[in-house]
Nanobody, 114 residues
């Protein structure tokens, strides 16, 4: 299983971006998929999660601004990011979990700056 994140870039405060995470290989029925981010000099932090049944969860810092979604076959994970703030600047990573096994994608850089 391989995960490939994309969609990052430079955006002004208040702008929007949509991240994608493409899954390839022998795709199992994941338990859940998540987005994490890591800002310079900080630890990686959880951003959002979506479960097989569609239930979602968000970090307080992004609640109401970010929306996680996926296609039914777990082929692609998305993160719609609205009302972006400079504090959202980070490398964003996707993660998939099945049982005790997890897979990480490479990061995609998001920079929010005027």
């Amino acid at each position: 299983v391989q995960l490939q994140a994309s969609g990052g870039g430079l955006v002004q405060p208040g702008g929007s971006l949509r991240l994608s995470c493409a899954v390839s290989g022998a795709i199992p029925n994941f338990n859940d998929m998540s987005w994490y981010r890591q800002a310079p000099g900080k630890e990686r932090e959880w951003v959002a999660r979506i479960y097989g049944g569609g239930t979602t969860g968000y970090a307080d810092s992004v609640k109401g601004r970010f929306t996680i979604s996926r296609d039914k076959a777990w082929n692609t994970l998305y993160l719609q990011m609205n009302s972006l703030e400079p504090e959202d600047t980070a490398v964003y990573y996707c993660k998939a979990v099945r049982g005790i096994t997890s897979w990480w994608g490479q990061g995609t850089q998001v920079t929010v700056s005027s």
